[in-house]
T-cell receptor, first 115, second 113 residues
Framework: QQQVKQSPQSLIVQKGGISIINCAYE??????FPWYQQFPGKGPALLIA?????SEKKEGRFTISFNKSAKQFSLHIMDSQPGDSATYFC??????????????FGKGTKLSVIP | ETGVTQTPRHLVMGMTNKKSLKCEQH?????MYWYKQSAKKPLELMFV???????ENNSVPSRFSPECPNSSHLFLHLHTLQPEDSALYLC????????????FGPGTRLTVT
């Protein structure tokens, strides 16, 4: 119930294309869904996050789409650039109950944007 | 120094050694965390500290011993590790336990031989 399932494991996208990474969860108590970006040799950094009261959040070229009924959320990277090549992690957290405020992470997606 | 720093960045140790990982945050946060990152596995939360008090220990083997002497520093003491403990160990901080945004350090790449 605490798992967050992420797909695909790896993704190759042409420069200028759209990168799409999907995540699914089971625990309906989750109320915060962040995406983290990790470059080689660096720790994960918060990229964008969403709460379940909205269906979409956009920040620049990055958009989170959230489907509460399906318990799924996805990251879209528009106009993908080689500098976006990194590993992306989805995560989920809840504000109360057992394990509250702990981030439960997906396994990560390694994105490669080729020129 | 800004953000969250970790030393050493790389560590190779034998199974009988004792070593320590250090984390320092320069953000004025009150919560600090240790995570383990293994290949093809989700990040695993190991320990959570709030104002130097441990608030969470996620069933971590006793060969990992955390220490938080103040709200800016966090250590992970290692002894008699196993090869399967080889991983990237990440430190993170947040304003407080309960703050959703966590700031990560670059990690220590640990290899146990």
């Amino acid at each position: 119930q605490q798992q967050v399932k992420q797909s695909p494991q790896s993704l190759i996208v042409q420069k200028g294309g759209i990168s799409i990474i999907n995540c699914a969860y089971e625990n309906t108590a989750f109320d915060y869904f962040p995406w983290y970006q990790q470059f080689p040799g660096k720790g994960p950094a918060l990229l964008i996050a969403i709460r379940p009261d909205v269906s979409e959040k956009k920040e620049g070229r990055f958009t989170i789409s959230f489907n509460k009924s399906a318990k799924q959320f996805s990251l879209h990277i528009m106009d993908s650039q080689p500098g976006d090549s990194a590993t992306y992690f989805c995560a989920a957290s809840m504000g109360s109950g057992a394990g509250s405020y702990q981030l439960t992470f997906g396994k990560g997606t390694k994105l490669s944007v080729i020129p | 120094e800004t953000g969250v720093t970790q030393t050493p960045r790389h560590l190779v140790m034998g199974m009988t050694n004792k070593k320590s990982l250090k984390c320092e945050q320069h953000l004025g946060h009150n919560a600090m965390y240790w995570y383990k990152q293994s290949a093809k596995k989700p990040l695993e939360l190991m320990f959570v500290y709030s104002l130097e008090e441990r608030v969470e220990n996620n069933s971590v083997p006793s060969r990992f011993s955390p220490e938080c002497p103040n709200s800016s520093h966090l250590f992970l003491h290692l002894h008699t590790l196993q090869p399967e403990d080889s991983a990237l160990y990440l430190c993170a901080s947040s304003v407080r336990v309960g703050s959703y945004e966590q700031y990560f350090g670059p990690g220590t790449r640990l290899t146990v031989t």
